[in-house]
């Protein structure tokens, strides 16, 4: 992998791990199309998600910093049941990830063909999301966290965003605009790293046996983490504006030609 398929990468894994569009489908297609068989090591993976973590932690640190603060007094105070709700919202993906995820992979695969009909639900979402509701507005509370959680756990096949699922069932179940972009993010952070930290202590993180260039590996990161600050700070104003019918048609757009490209 030269430093150009590394920088494409790394731009398509920023924007994407926050744009409700797929990170892992376009990962998928940006791999057919670059034909860069490297870009499945995980190594690499692995690297471009910390990236985005670490722009997750950027955007929100103070949000972080004040949480961390409030929890640390052991009171059960805002801070700490959001963080409870957070905890909460990590049980379905854990459930799958634990017992399930290689099930899942192993019968539906990774290929085009998925990616284009999950891209197709994903933009199904979205759409719904700017027309239905179930409830008044409202801040995330603990058995909404767990309706969240969920569908971040179903977001697990390629192509079906994690972002848009989680904001979407956010914005349909009646959570409020500026609250749903947060909580979709920050919920995100532990599995993420949790997940980093297995393949590091599983020894399938390995940078020497990775046989990409470090240039490359460095050039990924920078792209992803820069991308993701955009990314993420870009999100979370078209969510408060409630804009999501655009990244809608951007995605039955691009499940569509994923379709037909897997076809012919």
């Not at 909460?88 to 990830?97: D, K, N, Y």
């Not at 956010?170 to 979709?184: D, N, P, R």
């Not at 240039?215 to 991308?227: D, H, K, N, R, T």
């Amino acid at each position: 992998m030269d430093w150009l398929q590394a920088l494409i990468l790394g731009l398509i894994q920023g924007l994407t791990e926050f744009l409700p569009v797929s990170s892992s489908g376009h990962l998928i297609i940006g791999k057919e199309i670059l034909g860069v068989e490297a870009a499945d090591n995980v190594t690499f993976e692995v690297l471009l998600h910390a990236a985005t973590v670490l722009s997750t932690i950027t955007v929100f640190r103070n949000e972080i910093w004040q949480l961390l603060t409030g929890f640390f007094h052991f009171k059960w105070n805002n801070e700490t049941q959001y963080i409870v709700k957070i905890l909460i919202s990590m049980i379905p993906i854990l459930i799958v990830g634990v017992f399930f995820k290689d099930t899942v992979e192993g019968f539906f695969g990774e290929g085009l063909l998925l990616v284009g009909i999950m891209l197709l639900v994903t933009a199904l979402l979205l759409f719904l999301s700017q027309h239905i509701h179930f409830s008044e507005r409202k801040e995330v509370g603990f058995g909404t966290a767990f309706a969240i959680g969920c569908a971040q756990a179903v977001a697990v096949l390629p192509g079906l965003s994690r972002s848009g699922t989680t904001i979407a069932s956010g914005l349909m179940l009646g959570v409020k605009k500026e609250s749903v972009a947060q909580f979709s993010f920050l919920m995100v952070l532990i599995p993420i790293l949790g997940e980093a930290f297995l393949e590091l202590v599983g020894g399938e993180f390995s940078a020497a046996a990775s046989g990409i260039p470090a240039v490359s590996m460095i050039v990924g990161f920078v792209a992803a983490y820069l991308s993701g600050l955009f990314a993420c700070r870009f999100m979370i104003e078209m969510v408060k504006r409630a804009k999501l019918s655009w990244f809608a048609l951007y995605c039955a757009v691009a499940g569509a030609v994923a379709i037909v490209y897997s076809i012919i």
